[in-house]
């Protein structure tokens, strides 16, 4: 999942990569507050009609041990061009991009859905570079089958304490968990603090925010019923943890 | 995998097919309808012919598609003495169903108050992620809802006494006990008393076009007659019965080891019948069933509500008595004949509908002679059928039969190719208005989506298991 062959040279702000290069390393001194703009030709998308209008693709940037590498989502076909912020503003952490993939600012890395997988629910993979991002990215992906969580604000804070001897049984209940929230107190979580530890078996501590389901104030999307089993993976690869979860909507 | 041509509408998986197999697998379908099929179909459908207790053959009815553990559409039986139960067999909306109520009311007097209808049904029956129902409870009171389904609702004045006879097991499967579900599930289940859910539930006012009138006695029989308007419910236990699912789905599958039974898919995680865990789960999913049963009378208490308000006439005065109800995920405890011999057999279906046919005792007095009307969904611009049950059903597919028409696209593709306002719209050109809480959800549900009912229906006609009746317009429709 991370990186996308680029075919032809990107321009970033002053960093330059060669075309076939999967990943971009960018120190992060130079790295722009909020927003950075590219013109390349992307694996998938549509070709530009003239020079005039470049075709520009939301991408995320996240920060694997201080290198930020950049991943192209190809589940947008139109995008739109971001504007750039002045390169003096930098912050040493991660940029989100793209705000309509869910992706807001802090170090998190991307989730996707899944089209080809299931026709009646919703499946999506998760990867992040430790457990808690994972378990925090399957919970925001969770929640935005259901709503747009950028117009959920953090009013309520409930904790979550769950035990489990494996990690794929711990992300199995903590998504449980939240689908049973959801409808226990009618409330949709856009924030999500988790802590795991793990002895003899994993211990997850968790504070999650939310608000309570308004029609009128939030863009509600689809019902989440349940976790399934199905095709239900918790991985660790080499250097990420991945995971790939499927809804019953 | 091999598949022999039994007729033109059945198709069979021998036993041999695969390892463990203990009875053949059975597709009814058209030609066209069975290369349409996903691979997970066959895949699903083989597995739960491999659980022990079975019975003559693992089904899969014509709208069939993968799902978890069970293919939806599938139909299985098992011995009540050494047969097994599983949730997958059921699903996570235990008793998701179809009501049908009827009315006096014609089109020509509906259509030019169509849009006033719908905004006050969007208002008396909440849809919609997490929406909270009307109906406040106490918890000793919803367990008592768990115990008598229907009944309850009739007690507390929401429905007519003879409402109970017009839905499948009168509203009530015996047997449900409270202290099998749990706290968990009671917590998310009891503000949710007469909500429609989303997805694809909605709540559908249409009408019988003359056109599509098939069997006019069938229909004068079940209460209808030309350009009626009636109003179709699809929904199922809410929260309750998904927490119940998921509760037991996690307790079988580690009780599947003591039984040293052995799934291919761990959603087909079972447990014997007769078993602790078993029996468990059978009165837990007798609980979310009832409350199910409960939770569409409440709907079509408050439809009633509406249509009075909208009309200024009483619901018994514009006749809007339930013609049935029926249950398309669940598992019931039924008599059937297996070799020649009358067996008690616990017979799972989902996504696929009960279809008993002439003569059966658990089809009311006021049916029993011609047989149990079945109520089938087609997608939002499409329309629905009323079938009849027929006896070949009870020959062939333990008296079952499909319940809808099965998507053939995901969420996100749909998503990605109609946006909720311009489907709205254009449902409206068509004679369709909508009023949705999700426009994404909206657009999910499109037609396009879906398979064409009409194939679905025509194949179970076709093969002599389930009679059209009447084809129902949609003119109407609240989605959550």
Known sequence: MPGTEITSPVCLKGIQARAGTKSIVVPHTVLPVFGISISFKPWGFHEPKNDDHPVYSPFYLYNINGIYKFWLSEQIPHI????????????????????????????????????????????????????????????????????????????????????????????????????????????????????????????????????????????????VKAVTFHMFEVKKTRENWTARVILDI | MEIRKISDYIWEIPATAKEGMLVPARIYATKKLLGEMDKGVFEQVTNVACLPGIQKYSYCMPDGHWGYGFPIGGVAAFSRENGVISPGGIGFDINCGMRLIRTDLTLSEVKPRIRELVDMLFKTVPAGVGSKGLVKLSVEEFKRVMIHGVDWCIEKGYGWEHDKERIEEYGCIPGADPSKVSEKAISRGISQLGTLGSGNHYLEIQVATPNKIFDKDVAEAFGIFENQILVMVHCGSRGFGHQVATDYLKIFDTAMRKYGIVVRDRELACAPFNSPEGQDYYKAMACAANVAFANRQVIVHRVRESFSEVFRREPDELGMDIIYDVAHNVAKIETHEVDGEEKELLVHRKGSTRCFGPGRKEIPEIYRKIGQPVIVGGSM????????????????????????????????????????????????????????????????????????????????????????????????????
């Open chain 1, 80 to 223: 739109n061009y971001l504007d750039m912020a002045k390169p003096e503003t930098q912050k040493p952490n991660f940029i989100g991009l793209q705000a309509n993939l869910g992706i807001g600012s802090g170090d998190q890395m991307p989730y996707r859905f899944l089209e080809d997988i299931a026709t009646g629910d919703a499946a999506f993979e998760a990867e992040s570079r430790t457990l808690e991002e994972l378990f925090r990215e399957a919970a925001i992906a969770t929640f935005e089958v259901m709503v747009d969580t950028k117009g959920v604000e953090p009013q309520i804070t409930r904790e979550v304490e769950l035990k489990n001897e494996s990690v794929d049984g711990l992300l199995f209940d903590w998504l449980s968990e939240l689908v049973y929230l959801k409808d226990a107190e009618a409330v949709l979580f856009c924030k999500f603090n988790v802590n795991i530890k793990k002895n003899d078996s994993y211990k997850l501590k968790a504070r999650v925010s939310g608000e309570n389901i308004n029609q009128q104030k939030h863009s509600l999307r689809s019902d």
């Open chain 2, 381 to 480: 611009e499409t329309g629905s059928y009323l079938l009849v049950g027929t006896e070949k059903a009870m020959k062939e597919t333990f008296g079952s039969t499909m319940h809808g028409s099965g998507r053939t696209m995901s969420r996100t593709a749909a998503k990605k190719k109609v946006i909720g306002a311009e489907l709205k719209k254009e449902m409206e050109r068509a004679g369709i208005i909508v009023r949705a809480v999700s426009m994404a959800g909206l657009a999910e549900e499109a037609g396009f989506a879906y398979k064409d009912i009409s194939e679905v229906v025509d194949t179970m006609e076709r093969a002599g298991i389930s009679r059209k009746v009447v084809g129902l317009r949609p003119i109407g429709n609240i989605k959550g």
